[in-house]
T-cell receptor, first 109, second 115 residues
Framework: AQRVTQPEKLLSVFKGAPVELKCNYSYSGSPELFWYVQYSRQRLQLLLR??SRESIKGFTADLNKGETSFHLKKPFAQEEDSAMYYCALSGGGYQKVTFGTGTKLQVIP | DAGVIQSPRHEVTEMGQEVTLRCKLISGHNSLFWYRQTMMRGLELLIY????????DSGMPEDRFSAKMPNASFSTLKIQPSEPRDSAVYFC?????????????FGEGSRLTVL
């Protein structure tokens, strides 16, 4: 079974403060991990994936297999980062994609 | 390409009525996912298809829910009879699956309210 846990429903930070959105997973094989974002009145869209090892809009996420985590980080939050963030896991290839319950990030001006 | 297209965008119905939600995939994509979004449970996977074949429907709540993919570009999710607890936003998403899991492209969602 595969499971994704996002412990925080809401995270409020001040503009310019660091952000860390937590994601832990449970999967017996080698997972593919993703972060998706849903801005107000917009579609859910891919933010980044672990295999790309890239930084998007200043966000990064490192897959830690020992801690089974894939936390999303940004050193300095911006107001436009306010959105709903979902962590997702796939077993790769043609496997299903499971999402966590999501964390709403609120950046306070 | 207009992306994944879902209809209707909003549906209000009464308990016991049949509801049909529709999804048009992005041309060339070969996998289709149906998710249900609620405040309490986030995005729950209901069912997914690869190459028009249902692969895993273990997330479908009960027999009242059914999904079909009559061709490579179109899918329906049906609820019969509907109940108030089915009220949620239903999303479909498509992708091109290869060796790696591709990016999921989501529709705008269908907001269902069952009175």
């Amino acid at each position: 079974a595969q499971r994704v846990t996002q412990p925080e429903k809401l995270l409020s930070v001040f503009k310019g403060a660091p952000v860390e959105l937590k994601c832990n997973y449970s999967y017996s094989g080698s997972p593919e991990l993703f972060w998706y974002v849903q801005y107000s009145r917009q579609r859910l869209q891919l933010l980044l994936r672990h295999i790309s090892r890239e930084s998007i809009k200043g966000f990064t996420a490192d897959l830690n297999k020992g801690e089974t985590s894939f936390h999303l980080k940004k050193p300095f939050a911006q107001e436009e980062d306010s959105a709903m963030y979902y962590c997702a896991l796939s077993g790769g290839g043609y496997q299903k994609v499971t999402f966590g319950t999501g964390t709403k990030l609120q950046v306070i001006p | 390409d207009a992306g994944v297209i879902q209809s209707p965008r909003h549906e209000v119905t009464e308990m016991g009525q049949e509801v049909t939600l529709r999804c048009k995939l992005i041309s060339g994509h070969n996998s289709l996912f149906w998710y249900r979004q609620t405040m309490m449970r986030g995005l729950e996977l209901l069912i997914y298809f690869n190459n028009n074949v249902p692969i895993d429907d273990s997330g479908m709540p009960e027999d009242r829910f059914s999904a079909k993919m009559p061709n490579a570009s179109f899918s329906t999710l049906k609820i019969q009879p509907s109940e108030p607890r089915d009220s949620a936003v239903y999303f479909c998403a498509s992708t091109l699956r290869t060796l790696n899991t591709g990016e999921l492209f989501f529709g705008e969602g269908s907001r269902l309210t069952v009175l």
